[in-house]
């Protein structure tokens, strides 16, 4: 049996990783003007951040569609897998978790089951990281699924954004968002959980991080967990620094997440992705 793990550019996860548990990445697209990028493999953080502020149009994103996700099925079917389980960005925020539902129905070779994580970032990559050690240790799809669905119910991801500017240049403001655009001078924090967005107020960058460490302090202790920004080195180390006490001993990953979240938050957010402990 060898079951091998599926997932999309989304996920965040550091290259070594994905190399070690060798995870099959899809990337979604970052457009820029006339031009298309693949995320991850074509566009560096770096450039894209840079070229950000001067965009215009705003940048936009777009999803693999399902024929993307069976290529990648087939190749993995053809090099000895004979189970494989995908785990994607929450439906509630992207449609790439369809487009693999609909490759999964459309394979015969082999059996594709396909994760909603209900979350985005490494609350997903996490969930991936939990799937690959298991398929590594020799279990099953059928055992690792539950853990999975166990782990998602823990799994939960906040941010604080220095600006509104992106999500309202972009259109992407949802239901939960519509009402932040009218909190004029307001810092906005971005909360997922279970695959439900929401978000609430502050007023200013030091209440936000603040805030951030107290919703932090409420999920203690922690399986997992990683800080997560949108090109923020030193707000990303600061947080880090000021949540110390709360933090799992050993090093805690910071990630700057991928710019298909960045062409919507922009720069400056920085948050958690982590996993509660089993009980509580």
Known sequence: MSVRIVTDSTCDLPEEIVAEYDIAV???YIN?????YLDGVELSR???YERLPDCDPP???ATPGPGQFRQVYEALADEGATEIMSIHISESLSATVNSARLAAQAMESVPVTV???GSLSLGTGFLVLTAAEAAAAGQSVDEITPMLEDQRARTHVFAALDTLEFLRRGGRMNRALAAVGTWLQMKPLLRMHAGDP???KVRTTEAATQRLIDLLGELVPLERVAVVHTHALERAADLLERARRLLPEGDVMSEDITPVFGVHLGPG???FACVSARGT
């Open 26 to 28: 899809v990337p979604l």
């Open 198 to 200: 929401t978000a609430e």
């Open 115 to 117: 994760l909603d994580s």
């Open 269 to 271: 957010a920085v948050g």
């Open 59 to 61: 940048p936009t994103t």
């Open 46 to 48: 770096e450039e894209f």
């Open 32 to 36: 820029i003007g006339d031009q298309g």
